[in-house]
């Protein structure tokens, strides 16, 4: 058996340190550590990306991906994954990141155009065919039986925009009061029944597991899953009011190891405000902000609704302690 | 005295056929539900639109370098393993010494701590914030999100698994066969070769496939210190967790049926070695 095993051994892990060595040492690299829903669209910006850039004259780029909940990988970075960029799903997660550790400065959403959000896009219902439940708007969400889910707001960045859309939708509806709205949430979070981490766990707990009569989401998450698991599975609805969700993008000066690496980084983030890029965005069900180079099909998928936006709550700077630091107002609620 | 003992073993296996043909069913079927159903389960998705789809599927870049990486991290981490674990028996088992009990319960650490407590704290020593990040950074060395970091975990999780089935194997044979070899005249390695080795081959080879099998399957502490970086830093439990949750249930079942049939293999090797040699293992074996 031995002399057998052993060549087998060895080409396995030639094998294995070839293909780990191999990628690592051609061409300059690029590291974006993304957030969940980001996965389908990074995917194809990352082929127009690198095709781009070498006919720009440059050397081929190679682009990896990380994907995983906001918060956890806003995480990990600060813990040293070696990000070039972060593309996050909102700027507390990079202000974290920003404020313990000295390589981002904290004025780093200055540094690209719209708050550095490339793309945007709100939050929706997604509920079974038929809508079973008539759910309609917020207010249907605390109705007698009705189960929502929504990822933890603690680890995901959706979660944190649900939370503050539905919070939005309550003060709006009673006239400003905050005890009211308090009120609300405590009763929206009675009727949830899991707290996923990210949310794309929170998408396959509703759509695959079949939890839930309800899953609040990004929109571009929820037309992602009437694509693939089939639109006459679940229906889309659309609330009165809800949030401009800005997911930004930042450079991570410290993680450049060349000045090629740098540049390639740059016009990386730069060029996802190219109209080809926005047309893609849209194509993945992200609301862009040029439209120019985008297919009207596309465009005439986006519900014209009333959004909020996080200025309204002070920015994220003063939203996150405030809502989501700890003992802010989510953990009180979700205390009761 | 033997009579009646005898009398009433006949006794307790005399009980009405109906009852005996009812336990034999209710153990076979509950193993059939909670053993073979998810794993026919498993196969049945991966196979849902045909086995050239799920053959392609293995096939592509990514899905490849993470079958190298989890084999690589497995052929380093079980060696590893095995001479520690044979090591740490060996002083267990032939020598005196103060500790020895710590040593025995430090040996069983990874059995007790979570797997994702075990990532965290490789973060905490030697993540960028953690104690030996700045010293790291500093000589560019790369441990938590990179390849040393997926191996340290490994190594930690698997760490037991062949002291552990070695250690009571050298207690039971003490150390009188290793003092006769030595008086002989035997070298240290030469006793170790012809007698230590024969004595816990077997107990050797079911710890090294037991490690194998974990090594290959361990999911919570590497998923702590991957990174989760596509084709670089991705293990096979990793990429079927990604690929379920980018919608591509077939390749994810795919990457799923083939660690079974890693791990099933190791199973059979398992039981091939215990059928053949059942006599001996009975010898060495005892717990």
Same mark, same amino acid.
């Given at each position: ?19 780990? %060595?191999?990628?690592?040492?051609? @061409? ?199 694509? @693939? ?95 989501? %630091? ?11 | ?95 005196? +010494? ?38 790291? &950074? &500093? ?21 037991? +698994? !062949? ?5 009571? !194997? ?94 099933? !293999? ?22």
């Amino acid at each position: 058996m031995n002399e057998h095993a052993n060549p087998l051994c060895a080409a396995l892990l030639a094998g294995a340190v070839l293909a780990l %060595g191999g990628a690592a040492a051609a @061409e300059t690299r690029i590291l974006n550590v993304s957030y969940d829903p980001t996965r389908e669209f990074y995917r194809d910006y990352n082929q127009l990306f690198a095709t781009w850039w070498q006919e720009q004259g440059h050397e081929p780029v190679a682009i990896e991906q990380s994907h995983g909940g906001s918060g956890a990988q806003a995480r990990a970075v600060i813990d040293g994954l070696g990000a070039q960029v972060v593309t996050l799903a909102l700027a507390s997660d990079i202000d974290a990141i920003a404020a313990r550790s000295d390589d981002l400065s904290p004025d780093w959403q200055a540094a690209l155009p719209h708050n550095s959000a490339p793309y945007t896009s709100t939050i929706v219902f997604l509920v079974r065919a038929g809508n079973p439940k008539g759910i309609r708007d917020w207010g249907d969400l605390t109705a007698k039986g009705v189960q929502v889910v929504t990822p933890n707001p603690k680890t995901s960045g959706g979660a944190r925009w649900n939370f503050l859309a539905a919070w939005a939708w309550a003060l709006r509806g009673n006239g400003g009061d905050e005890e009211a709205a308090r009120s609300y949430m405590a009763e929206l979070f009675a009727h949830v029944p899991v707290l996923d981490t990210g949310a794309r766990g929170a998408t396959t707990t509703f759509a695959q597991r079949g939890v839930g009569d309800v899953l609040l989401a990004w929109e571009n998450e929820a037309f992602l899953a009437l694509e @693939e698991l089939g639109p006459d599975r679940f229906d889309i609805v659309v609330p009165s009011v809800s949030i401009l969700a800005e997911p930004p993008v930042a450079l991570m000066p410290g993680n450049q190891g060349s000045e090629e690496q740098r540049a390639a980084s740059q016009a990386y983030l730069e060029h996802l405000y190219s109209p080809a890029a926005q047309a893609l965005a849209a194509r993945h069900y992200y609301r862009a902000w040029d439209t120019s180079a985008a297919a009207a099909e596309d465009l005439a998928r986006f519900p014209d609704l009333e959004l909020v936006t996080i200025a309204e709550f002070g920015g994220w700077a003063e939203a996150q302690p405030r809502f989501f %630091g700890d003992g802010g107002i989510f953990d009180q609620i979700y205390e009761e | 005295m033997s009579g009646s003992a005898l009398a009433s073993a006949s006794a307790a296996i005399t009980e009405p056929r109906p009852w005996r043909l009812l336990l034999t069913l209710s153990a076979v079927a509950l193993a059939a539900l909670l053993l073979l159903a998810p794993i026919a389960a498993v196969f049945a998705e991966a196979l849902r639109e045909g086995p050239l789809t799920a053959l392609r599927s293995l096939g592509a870049p990514d899905a490849v370098s993470a079958i190298l990486l989890t084999l690589g991290i497995a052929l380093v981490a079980v060696p590893v393993n095995a001479a520690a674990g044979i090591a740490a028996a060996w002083a267990i088992a032939k020598f005196d +010494f103060r500790g020895k009990a710590a040593l025995v319960t430090l040996i069983d650490l990874p059995f007790s701590v979570s797997p994702v407590v075990a990532g965290l704290a490789l973060v905490l020593l030697y993540g960028a914030n953690g104690l030996f990040g700045g010293w790291l &950074a &500093a000589h560019e060395l790369k441990i938590v999100f990179a390849l040393p970091g997926i191996l340290l975990a490994t190594l930690f999780i698997t760490f037991p +698994f !062949v002291a552990r089935e070695l250690i009571p !194997v050298m207690v039971e044979q003490g150390r009188a066969e290793e003092e006769a070899a030595l008086t002989l005249g035997a070298s240290g390695w030469h006793m170790f070769r012809t007698v230590t080795l024969p004595n816990i081959r077997w107990a050797l080879l079911y710890g090294v496939l037991l490690c194998n099998a974990r090594a290959m399957g361990e999911f919570g502490a590497v998923a702590v210190v991957s990174g989760k970086i596509r084709g670089q830093t991705t293990t096979m439990p990793i990429m079927i967790e990604m690929l379920y949750n980018e919608y591509l249930s077939v390749a994810a079942f795919s990457m799923a049926a083939l660690l079974a049939v890693l791990a099933l !293999v190791t199973l059979a090797l398992k039981s091939l070695l215990e059928w053949r040699h059942a006599g001996l293992l009975a010898a060495t074996r005892r717990h």
